[in-house]
């Protein structure tokens, strides 16, 4: 039998194992689960064949619930059928699995085990959700680390069929699935010999068909149902010994012995932990640690969790254990103890003299679980009472869980390096490093290990990589904490971050800067420096981006950090790893040419030749740090308590007590507007004598951070020097004046601004932002905390007014030109007083609320949207819920107003009751209305202590006297995909909701899957030769109803149409839904996100989108309600797509098709834009 | 600590309002690396290969 050594994550392991015995995959992405389908999904575009020789066929669903369906009908179809999932995505296949199990049927779920949504969504690791799906029947399978993934992987899949139980097979979400180790897989026959072919053929002899028809799924009563659950008890008691069986098969082929439980430590310990998942190796390294020091200290690592066999739980049980640890990596409020928790204790049951038990709680959310924390666990127990229902990773001193950590222990073996390497999201750091575990994987005989930790921005974010290399098994499941080398790609870090808080005694940090020693002796923070002396630090550094530049790459300075790396870090000789590069250099960039090669290579050498070693002046130990010079700022508690701790990556300290009184999730607005995280390289710079005055540059700006103010001659005066202001055009701003007003260190640098600019010789200049800092944050600060507002001007109704209110999104986490996001930000200039919006999760809920930042904000009076995120599919139900409430309150005060109106009050109160339900339904004159009222009851008096009653009943819920502007908003994947059903049933309701769907045309988000969306040879995930149906028509379906507003908008392309369907949509008492073209990275724009606004108004004027407006009210004016708002489109269609590198790159990777799918995609563009002109030239 | 209504910040006691340094300079980011900058308005315009890579980040890198 042969081996393969592989360097793979746990995600491509299990799909490796996965693809072998696979028919048919029906999936659906969702983070961290989505790389094994997407790898499955390349390997059978690239011909793999599975064990039965087909290529598997893997379908995108619709959702997760959608997949389960396919799976379980696939499965009774007679394919052997898997799928991969994780978190909320396999809550929604509970329902299935509970069917599958119960016809078992040999299906297997991968589940790259994720928290629960609960009072957050978080993408990271725990075992919430397998726990949740724990009663339905599967057996459940647990690995601890990548090798244990490829080893067991495969046994879900054989134990399944032979067994005729499905398999969920689970490892840690990102600490597993994520986690690159090199390790060791079966060829895909060896895994056809431990097939039972003739289990094979008994599934498939089972499947339905018409040719010997039977019938499953029948409905039953109490006679039966209960009858039939219990005859399936034989298969579960069975199940058992063919786990065993290929847990024997799998030692046989690869020396590895595992059992359905494993013992690890002394065989006579004491003090016993029972775990499961990548915990359990940083156990056994802590257990190796103190044993060796005379403890006696085991563990029980549990791989088939279901069926529970407490027979061989507790042969495992040394007889001299006294005490034991059970570790969940899941929480059940309520609850006696967590599951395996309680799964223990009911297994000691009967146990004469049984150990004391006590469980715990660990890492949910991927928080680390260091040596020092197991260590704690031990603790615990050798104490007299042991806690119980204990916590470890956390500070609690709400209800006192946790245990007390001791000082962090370095428990990794002799001989391994551990590093860390900080860079930004694309510049090429993760690729690098992930290159470099390769080549020393590859290269040498040393475990590796890589795991990669980042911040919540979709690009531009902050990116640590944890590397480990070392000639022992590297079973440290947690990040670096002892760190021999540490690098910072980024120069602005050592203004925020504690870099340096891992490193060890004598270890090495790299600093890519420009500065010189005198700079750095200047720039660098005190309590950088003096950690660097007090640590003896080794300190270079290098100007990565100064040689990058020299030679010709830009700012790519990945190579140049590579050369770096090999050369300090020494883990191979450095001619072997020079080679070894450069060769990787060769087969990465060949394609682009020798020149692109030669570059890069040079950028290796460069890269070792000029690291330059600082010397460290002893002074720096004893500085302290920097005092604040300037007036201290006290600044809102929530901002210096949480917000800053959290934006350091210190949040991992805040204690439980720091969320007292948010315990429900809930987080203030506008938090975004303290961060100033001068992102930007170039910003705006504003010619005003140029200045045209069109504010449009404000209007597609979609960070918020160029805005148009009106100034008065007081605040002219006050202003600063440098704040320059022309004087305001148009007859409604007579007297004032005018100045458009940049944030530089908001700025993402995207430059749309400069680009709209309709201006001659254009009214902003990118500039370099070192040359604009110094006047305009001062302006910037005077002019948002001492200009006010001018509410008495009569203000137009074009879009350029619009843009004089302040915007109530700001700052916000997207990606630099982001199309989203500029659509939303006007919305909330229009109607963000009144606004609630129900976002569905997707890019529009991370870049708006990835905790601390929160990018919606409060105008001066206190007032913005309130918003919230549910969960993706229900994003349309929630919405509604929120709009049935709103609907429920105003009828009752409704109700009230009629009531005074019928009664005996004064004239005046019966007027202002009158008014207010003459305009409930009219956004600002319900305002005003609402106004009035209030001051017509404030000193209300009565003696009929009924009629008080009711007027304090409309006092008390004033709130929800102006009307609510209710928007439900997501992306493409939610309104045409997993929403669709419930965004069908609202619009179909006929109630007063409005939707916002932000059309990226691809799930952004989840990194470029397919969706409806997505248009005719658009490359896609699970599109990889380009998308062959065409993008469904929503608004077109949404018309149908009769009764729905419906618009189809480009910001750019059109702004008075925007505008003006925005107020229609709002103004219509009914559903509205407006479809917005919003461009992404994810489309690879040849001229570059600076030029994003400009695409939509390419892709109108090409045919590619079009605008127009479906407004019922016009029907009952006896006219067309619709009205086509884009023009014949006189551009090149081809052109247009070819512009974007997910059309362009069809033509190089499938030459073939991509002429037939250009040709279709064009066609269908026209013939969309044919019905439309149809519509608007009915009578 | 409660999050009252009246607690929502507005940008006010702002440290960072006057700050000058950067603490999260993308400069190194792949869709700022400049083949040219477009004329007059100097706005960025990456190659082809940084438009590439920037793509590959979001789609692969980037992890959410």
Known sequence: MAKVLMTVDGNTAAAYAAYAFTDVAAIYPITPSTTMAEVVDEWSANGRKNIFGQRVNVVEMQSEAGASGAYHGSLQGGALTSTFTASQGLLLMIPNMYKTAGEQLPGVIHCSARAIATHALSIFGDHQDVMAARQTGYAMLCAGSVQEVADLAPVAHLAAIKGRLPFLHFFDGFRTSHEIQKIEVLEYRDYAEMLDMDAVKRFRDNALTPNHPVIRGTAQNSDIYFQGREAANPFYTNIIPVVEEYLGKIEQYTGRKYGLFDYYGAPDAEYLIIAMGSVTQTIEQTIDYYNSQGEKYGLIKVHLYRPFSTDHLLKLVPKSVKKIAVLDRTKEPGSVGEPLYVDVCTSFLRVPNAPIIVGGRYGLASKDTTAAQIAAVYNNLKQDSPKNSFTIGIIDDVTNTSLDIPEELDVEPEGTKACQLWGLGSDGTVGANKQAIKIIGENSDMHVQAYFDYDSKKSGGITVSHLRFGKEPIKSTYLVNHADYIACHNQSYVNKYHLLESIKDGGTFVLNTGWSDEELEVNLPNALKRRIAEKNVKFYTVNAIGIAEEIGLGNRINMVMQGVFFKLTNILPIDKAIQELKEGINKMYGKKGEKVVNMNHEAVDKGIEQIHEVKVPDSWKNLKDEEETEEKIKEPEFIRKIMRPMSELKGGDLPVSAFKGIEDGTFPAGTTAYEKRGIAVNVPEWIEERCIQCNQCAYVCPHAVIRPFLLNDEEVEKAPETFVVKKAAGRAYEGLHFKIQISPLDCTGCGNCADVCPAKGKALIMQPIGTQLEKEIPNWKYAVENVSFKEDLNYGSTYKDTQFKAPLLEFSGACAGCGETPYIRLLTQLFGERMMIANATGCSSIWAASAPSTAYTINRKGKGPSWANSLFEDNAEFGYGMHLAVKQMRNKLEDDMRHLIDSNVEEKVKEACHDWIHYKEDGNASEEASQKLLDVLEDFTSTDIELVNIVKDIKEKKDYLAKRSIWLVGGDGWAYDIGYGGLDHVMASGEDVNVLVFDTEVYSNTGGQASKSTPTAAIAKFAASGKKQGKKDLGRMMMTYGNVYVAQVGIHADNTQLVKAFREAEAHRGPSIIIAYSPCINHGIKEGMGRSMATIKKAVQAGYWHLYRYNPQLKEEGKNPFVLDSKEPKESFRDFILGQVRYSSLARAFPNEAEELFEKAEKNARERYENYLRLANMQ | ?64
């Open chain 2, 1 to 64: 600590m409660s999050v009252k209504k009246i607690d929502n910040l507005q940008g006010r006691d702002n440290k960072r309002l006057k700050t000058k340094d950067p603490t999260n300079s993308e400069g190194t980011a792949a869709w700022q690396n400049s083949e040219q900058s477009y004329k007059v308005d100097m706005v960025n315009k990456p190659s082809i290969e940084n438009v590439i890579d920037a793509k590959d980040w979001v789609d692969n890198g980037s992890q959410l």
